[in-house]
């Protein structure tokens, strides 16, 4: 069974997709509910942070998609890997108008991706694994 | 998720699901290469088992053996694959649930007024 490669989620949200959209796409908006902090160039290509005051980090966002009030998208760090790794995942926000509100799906993906080559060439030779080993473990250890 | 990068995980977490070989692991993440005498000195478990894990270690890519003083060998956590098993980590730490939780309240809070005053707006206009 695989690890996830893709995170997605739907809610229903009782406000329009317009105020969704600036809650989304603003600095004001993601400071106050993402980051403790934010700013955002706001155009495909651009910038954007969000800093969390209390764990001392900041993610650095590329800005992916901008198609107000529809579709926005970002991608970013994995968080855990050291800073010049070139891994990032995909973040996507759809906003549907639904009745008065809106239906908000994210989806992120990219937690599988493969290693870069270099990267990928240093597991050559591992691939024995742990069978054997750990079947020659017990049996050391039932001998000791 | 391509095979290979999936076995490299299951080797990291294998590896931590065990005492002893979490044990090496945090101390040569801690304390940087070390022989197996050295983590003999600072662990409670025999040199001999220590180096058999070590060799293990070794054998799954977790550590690489280098040649040391006097011959003998030191370990070196190789940390390629631990961040083979953060990215899985990552993907199952990312909370999205308790991020959208958070949209919902700040909405709610923030447009309490604002989108209660656009709802009867639109309503002025249907009527």
């Known amino acids: 069974m695989a690890f996830p490669d893709r995170i997605e989620r739907t809610v229903q949200i009782a406000h329009p997709p317009a105020t969704v959209w600036a809650a989304l796409t603003t600095a004001e908006g993601l400071g106050a509910w993402f980051g403790n902090e934010a700013a955002i160039d706001l155009r495909p290509g651009g910038s954007a942070w969000m800093r969390w005051a209390e764990e001392g980090y900041t993610a650095q966002m590329r800005v992916e998609r901008v198609e107000a009030p529809a579709v926005f998208a970002f991608t970013w760090h994995i968080y855990g890997l050291p800073e010049d790794d070139p891994r990032r995942t995909y973040v996507e926000f759809t906003l549907e108008p639904a009745g008065a509100g809106t239906r908000l799906t994210v989806t992120e993906s990219g937690f599988a991706q493969l290693p870069g080559d270099a990267y990928r060439k240093a597991y050559d030779g591992n691939s024995e694994g742990w069978a054997k080993e750990l079947g020659e473990l017990a049996g050391y250890l039932d001998a000791a | ?127």
């Open chain 2, 1 to 127: 998720m391509p095979p290979e990068t999936e076995a490299v995980a299951e080797q990291v977490f294998v590896a931590l699901a065990d005492p002893t070989r979490r044990a090496i692991l945090a101390a040569l993440a801690s304390g940087g290469p070390a022989t197996a005498t050295d983590l003999a000195g600072r662990l409670p478990i025999t040199r001999q088992a220590i180096a058999k894990h070590l060799a293990l270690l070794a054998g799954a890519g977790l550590v690489r053996a280098e040649p040391g003083e006097r011959r003998r060998v030191r370990y070196r956590l190789r940390s390629a694959p631990m961040q083979v098993a953060q990215q899985f980590l990552a993907a199952l730490a990312r909370d999205w649930d308790g991020t959208l939780g958070a949209l919902q309240d700040h909405l709610d809070r923030s447009a309490g007024g604002p989108t209660v005053a656009t709802l009867h707006e639109t309503r002025g206009h249907d009527d």
